[in-house]
């Protein structure tokens, strides 16, 4: 992506916040070098700027409002380059995602949280879990995150109020007066007085007439609100109390109609719509066009609802990032192992909650609505402040369900025993607030879509709503999809853990050494030209963590699966030339030992947090057919993988052979069912 250059036609605000964005939209692309360079191009700008209009300006009109804005942003700017070299200059590897498959061949985990490093004892209280050392957050502050929205909404053009009009009106005769004045000849003060008493005078006039205007304009603009509300309250008239929810969808519709008597497009999308309702490219289009315009409602909400969920993510993830560096994990040690030295290394944790009572400060309620603009919203955490960690959250949530007091007082208490105590808090502080978040994301995706069809109800279709609900989805989830993920892989930490050490348990290891039959796999590497078996799914696979949209991650496993058949009949029909065509390959019993030695060598533990992630958001509608079959067949190939899978191996092995569970290697498999890829019935009879 080219870097942007400045307009000098715009405010010096507005182009660093551009370049800000650029830098942003690279970095959310994983061109980690692009978006460093990009950065210091912005920090360069507010520099050159701020310099330039220093020398310009007497020293009582240096400091602005505007340059404290700018100097803010050239904060933010530096901090983000400050991240990119605390990881070791690696420029070239993306920023929030594991690095490639040479960091897990060298024995090394991406762990899913930070560590907290040693730190000096002092008269001060300890902090819990997150200390996170200063280093810098991976993800913008809210407010920086509210500042690029309002830039996007800021990139349309807006017509001047009256105002406005008069004060560059205004400016130019000042203008105007200043040039007269330079022409006037020494000694003239009488024509001077003249002039200026003239430029006053008009100055006033246009002020005055200005502010008529406007008046007149508010009042009419007033007149027509309440006349839409009127409309709005009769289309949603009822018995009883209104609720608040009901009264918002009553203020939204009216802003919906306020809207499209400013605009046309509305009027035409609905009438060629009305012609042709079947049309899936028009809906598609219409969407697409409602979800680029900024000023609509819809838009409006979409970002007052995305600032809401990325306000409530970033005080849990910005202080202790979602990667960490790498911790060395011998393969031969155990899930418990695993844990046990996971727990070791978390340094001030045996310390007393005295110091730091967990008193109920307010509930976080997943319903909890924000009815104020964006604009409105209060301002995110002070970056002056050295931590927002989770001891701050722990004083928001309610813990009474868990505790019988909000003192805790923990003296007598084994250092071993309290230990394990705040861990059980932490992890159900961060899953209490995952549920919270989760469902909040339901409700902002309803709302979304209750507005669009409000605003055209001739999506108010089953195969429209599926349309409009992916659109959606997509455009909502783009800004917060890391955080959120983030969120997920705290949540998720141990079974991530637990995956990544069987990753270089089987680093080396053949299809046949998970159960993948030997007919599916050739045992001669000349036959694979360099290769390594189902490398295209792995490939494919490897993809999924670089879209930010749940429907298009569930696509990509869709491929990937589909990838394997492909080299499964590829592979039999080099061991099995005479079988014949019509026999499908693999069944589901043959498909989850392939997956899993899939989903081991692409070296991505997140990929336990991200079907974590798909299997809350993806609509129970496509979890029916192939799409459903997809995500559970890759669940159940990295299920085995998690920390409780060793206690259920004793308990399922002694019910192995009434139930027709076979075990390989270690690894539980369930028994033959139908494959949605295969079209006939292979050997074992799956179809």
Known sequence: MASTVPDGGTKPLQNAMKLANVAIQLEAGNRRKEAYCEYLRSVNYISHALLEDAVSKPYEEVVTVEVEKMLRLAEQCLERLKSFVGKKGDLSSPALIPAPASSMVKNEVTPVASEPPPRQTGPTHRRVLSEGGGAPSPFLPPEIFQKLQEMESQDTKKELTPIEEASRLNQKLKANYEARLARLPPGQ???????????????????IIAKARQDALHRKMEERRLRL??????????????????????????????????????????????????????????????????????????????????????????????????????????????????????????????????SISHDLNANEEDSAPAGSLPPGPDRDNSFEDLEDYLS??????????????????????????????????????????????HNAIDRLLSLCLLSFECLNTAANKDQCVACIEEAFFYPIWRPLLALFRKV???????????????????????????????????????????????????????????????????????????????????????????????????????????????????????????????????????????????????????????????????DSRRSGVEQQDGVMWGPPTALPFCVTTNEHGAG
């Open 189 to 207: 003060a009488t024509q001077k007085t003249s002039l200026t008493l003239s430029l006053q005078r008009q100055m006033m006039e246009n002020l």
């Open 229 to 358: 509300q009127e409309e709005a309250n009769r289309r949603f008239a009822g018995s009883g109390l209104i609720t608040p929810e009901e009264q918002e969808q009553r203020v939204l519709y009216a802003n919906v109609l306020e809207y499209e008597q400013d605009h046309d497009w509305p009027k035409l999308w609905k009438a060629n719509l009305k012609k042709n309702p079947s049309d899936t490219n028009l809906v598609s289009g219409l969407i697409s066009y409602l979800l680029s315009c900024s000023e609509h409602p819809v838009m409006k909400l979409l970002k007052r609802l995305q600032y809401r969920i990325y306000n409530h993510l970033y005080p849990i993830v910005s202080r202790s990032p979602a990667l960490s560096p790498a911790v060395p994990v011998k393969g031969s040690h155990s899930v418990q192992n695993l844990r046990s030295e996971q727990l070791q290394a978390q340094p001030g944790l045996a310390h007393s909650l005295s110091d730091a009572s967990l």
């Open 396 to 441: 928001q949530v309610d813990w009474s369900s868990a505790l019988d007091s909000t003192q805790i007082s923990t003296p007598d208490l084994p250092e071993r025993e309290l230990e394990s105590h705040i861990t059980h808090l932490e992890e159900r502080a961060l899953k209490d607030h995952l549920r919270a978040i989760i469902k909040d994301i």
């Open 492 to 654: 998720y930490r141990e079974r991530e853990l637990s995956f990544a050490a069987s990753m270089r348990l089987y680093r080396n290891a053949t299809p046949g050494d998970i159960g993948v039959a030997p007919k599916l796999f050739p045992e001669d590497p000349a036959l694979l030209h360099g290769s390594y078996p189902y490398e295209s799914a792995v490939q494919e696979l490897q993809q999924l963590c670089r879209d930010f949209c749940p429907q298009r991650k569930l696509e990509c496993i869709v491929r990937s699966l589909r990838l394997i058949c492909v080299c499964a009949e590829d592979y039999r029909s080099l061991q099995e030339p005479d079988a014949p065509p019509s026999m499908a390959a693999i069944g589901a019993d043959d498909l989850l030992p392939i997956l899993s030695f899939v989903a081991l060598h692409t070296e991505l533990p997140q990929l336990v947090s991200e079907c974590a992630a798909l299997e809350e958001f993806i609509h129970e509608g496509y979890l029916i057919g192939e799409e459903g079959y997809c995500l559970t067949s890759m669940q159940s190939a990295l299920t085995p993988h998690s920390p409780d899978a060793g206690e259920r191996v004793g308990s399922v092995t002694a």
